[in-house]
């Protein structure tokens, strides 16, 4: 079942711009994690934010959770073409180990 | 430091003919390991996934079955396969307590 959504779908910015990501998922959570996937590859394991927390920082990345909305955002900062890739969240939801995936946001970086 | 292998990392199949794709996973024991598919452009269908040796569930009733013959590898299997089992199939594995997946390249497939 696919718990997170992912807004927008798609999202076309200039190099250099910040690229705001959202996430928002239905039931109570352990953990938020955000991973990427670039085109035809496996995805890489960005950041985890737990429940008790409410922001997370990573480089140039920002995340933060709002448990009340069930609702998490990945910030990209001064982004570079190499950031141009599918976005995805996943929950925790403590459901025998599965990870709830939502749809992904596809980023695109035009030079 | 841990790796993850997949294998074939293309694959084109006549409907009805059998499929094999094999997972390795180095440098950690016991861990947890998982089968996904991905549609073009969209989200991560769980598949199966594994807890140890022989333990297998499967989350969707479908044509595909799944084995783990030794810790560290992982099998999806099909006796005959449908122009349905296209797709992108992903491997991935966690440590035990551990909630963060770490993904192999993939496996392209393709059901002619």
């Known amino acids: 079942s696919q718990q997170g959504e992912e807004d927008p779908q798609a999202l076309s910015i200039q190099e250099g711009e910040n690229a705001t990501m959202n996430c928002s998922y239905k039931?109570?959570?352990?953990?938020l994690q955000w991973y990427r996937q670039n085109s035809g590859r496996g995805l890489v394991h960005l950041i985890l934010?737990?429940?008790n927390e409410r922001e997370k920082h990573s480089g140039r990345l920002r995340v933060t959770l709002d448990t009340s909305k069930k609702s998490s955002s990945l910030l990209i900062t001064a982004s570079r073409a190499a950031d141009t890739a599918s976005y995805f969240c996943?929950?925790?939801?403590?459901?025998?180990?599965?990870?709830?995936w939502g749809a992904g946001t596809k980023l695109i970086i035009k030079p | 430091s841990q790796t993850i292998h997949q294998w074939p990392a293309t694959l084109v199949q006549p409907v009805g003919s059998p499929l094999s794709l094999e997972c390795t996973v180095e440098?950690?024991?016991?861990?947890?390991l998982y089968w996904y598919r991905q549609a073009a452009g969209r989200g991560l269908q769980l598949l199966f996934y594994?807890?140890?040796?022989?333990?297998i569930s499967s989350e969707v009733p479908q044509n595909l079955s799944a084995s783990r013959p030794q810790d560290r590898q992982f099998i999806l299997s099909s006796k005959k396969l449908l122009l349905s089992d296209s797709g992108f199939y992903l491997c991935?594995?966690?440590?035990?307590?551990?909630?963060?997946?770490?993904f192999g390249p993939g496996t392209r497939l393709t059901v002619t």
């Open positions: 594994s807890v140890g040796i022989g333990q």
């Open positions: 996943a929950t925790d939801a403590n459901s025998n180990y599965q990870l709830i």
């Open positions: 934010i737990r429940s």
């Open positions: 440098g950690t024991s016991n861990p947890n």
């Open positions: 039931t109570s959570i352990n953990n």
């Open positions: 991935a594995w966690s440590e035990v307590g551990g909630s963060e997946q770490y």
